[in-house]
């Protein structure tokens, strides 16, 4: 299911969000439009640091996948320029909602926490052509 977005200037939402992770991404995308990718960057690797953190009294915090998500935004942002233009603010929300503990699925009280943080930056990476980056959760268990 594909929903508008409400902007105009936005393509609709990225394929394969369920309706609650297509309205969550959708709040990012706009809260997110006046942040800088660099920021953003910061606040991904800020909030790997305190899943490490989480990780010494919950071992349940799945950190390597955190890891691998950062990574991938750390090569997003190595090569920020050159992404499709309409993909952008949907991959800062991206990071915006990875960077926020409470999201969908709370990031450091279960082992599948991490997993509607990949789902989005798989469904954006798809919409940028990027498939080849796309992660599996279970490749970092």
């Given at each position: 299911?594909?929903?508008?977005?409400m902007?105009?200037?936005?393509?609709?939402?990225?394929d394969?969000?369920?309706?609650?992770?297509?309205?969550?991404?959708?709040?990012?995308?706009?809260?997110?439009?006046?942040?800088?990718v660099?920021?953003?960057?910061?606040?991904?690797?800020?909030?790997?640091?305190?899943?490490r953190?989480?990780?010494?009294?919950?071992?349940?915090?799945?950190?390597?996948?955190?890891?691998?998500?950062?990574?991938?935004?750390?090569?997003?942002?190595?090569?920020?320029?050159?992404l499709?233009?309409?993909?952008?603010?949907?991959?800062?929300?991206?990071?915006?909602?990875?960077?926020?503990?409470?999201?969908?699925?709370?990031?450091?009280?279960?082992?599948?926490?991490?997993?509607?943080?990949?789902?989005?930056?798989?469904?954006?990476?798809?919409?940028?052509?990027?498939?080849?980056?796309?992660?599996?959760?279970?490749?970092?268990?």
């Amino acid at each position: 299911m594909v929903i508008v977005a409400m902007r105009t200037n936005l393509p609709a939402n990225p394929d394969g969000l369920n309706k609650s992770l297509a309205a969550l991404i959708e709040t990012k995308v706009q809260q997110a439009e006046k942040l800088d990718v660099a920021t953003l960057l910061q606040r991904v690797q800020a909030h790997v640091t305190e899943a490490r953190q989480a990780a010494q009294g919950n071992p349940m915090v799945h950190v390597a996948l955190a890891e691998a998500i950062e990574q991938s935004y750390i090569t997003l942002h190595s090569t920020w320029e050159s992404l499709p233009a309409y993909v952008q603010p949907w991959l800062k929300g991206a990071m915006l909602y990875f960077s926020e503990p409470d999201d969908d699925e709370p990031d450091f009280e279960s082992p599948i926490g991490f997993e509607d943080d990949v789902e989005i930056l798989n469904a954006c990476l798809k919409m940028a052509k990027l498939e080849q980056f796309c992660l599996n959760p279970e490749d970092y268990d």
